[in-house]
């Protein structure tokens, strides 16, 4: 059995003071040398084709069921929508919660494709049981108790990376979703603190060759965030693609100007539309 601190490849992931205590890490390659697809209601993650996840930042207007055939016609594979928000500001909006889901719960009717929200805490976990996929937020991405938590139940888990966080120190929250036997875990890179504040946060793009090399887990990349300025999301959701992402999250909002969060990232339909186009384009032509 494979001991990552002895194993990696690279050495890059060898965890420091030993973290793994001479265990076997789940997430790591090594443990398991076929990629992990996971199968998000009728999406296969990890499969093929690059699975998109797209939607509002938060759900904040009336009609979400609508917004999202119109996503899933311009080929979006999931519809994303956040019901409860971790806000820096306590003021400011931070969700409509139940009201939230139930109108993403609407959206999941109407189009017959899966839909991802963020929990935020164990205790909404009977509120989630419909939801196909349960994001874990960057604020969040090393809440050990949440992760065990979400280890214990049979559903797929969108693991942001923490905004301050290492790649080893994502696995490493990775793992405490599989101990419990949860293996559907999917890694998302979405943008790290850095001394560059030309961007909210810098997409580190090396992350998705060296994850896909060190883990066997799909890995999404979420450039909305990474952005934060709606002009950027289309080429770092491209670069995201041709560097192999298996999964993409792209905020999409009918009204961006009036969202409640995120309005400056959040792309129109159009754009959209546009990026849906360039990516499947991409994909073809980096298969030849
Ligand atoms: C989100 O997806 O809306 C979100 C809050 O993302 P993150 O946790 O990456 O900031
Ligand atoms: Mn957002």
Redesign the pocket.
Known sequence: MAVLSSKSSTGLLEPANNQAGGHEFLSHRVSKKNDTIVQVGNSPIGSYDVQVAAGP??IDFEGLADFAVELKKAGANII?G?AF??RTSPYSFLGYGEKGLKDLLEAKEATGIPIVS?IMDSSQLPLFADVDML???????QNFTLLSKLGEIDKPVLL??G?GNTLNELLGSAEYIMKGGNSSVVL?E??IRTFEDATRFTMDIGAVPVLKRESHLPVCV?P??AAGQQDLVIPLALAAVAAGANML?I?VHPDPKSAM??SSQQLTLDQFKSLMRRIRKLEKAMRH
């Not at 994001?135 to 991405?141: D, H, I, P």
Request: charged share 35%; with cysteine; proline share 4%.
């Open positions: 930042c938060s994303r956040g928000k971790p963020e994001q874990v937020g960057s604020r969040n991405a942001k990376r905004m998302c979405r943008g979420d909305s965030h999250l905020e969060s995120d």
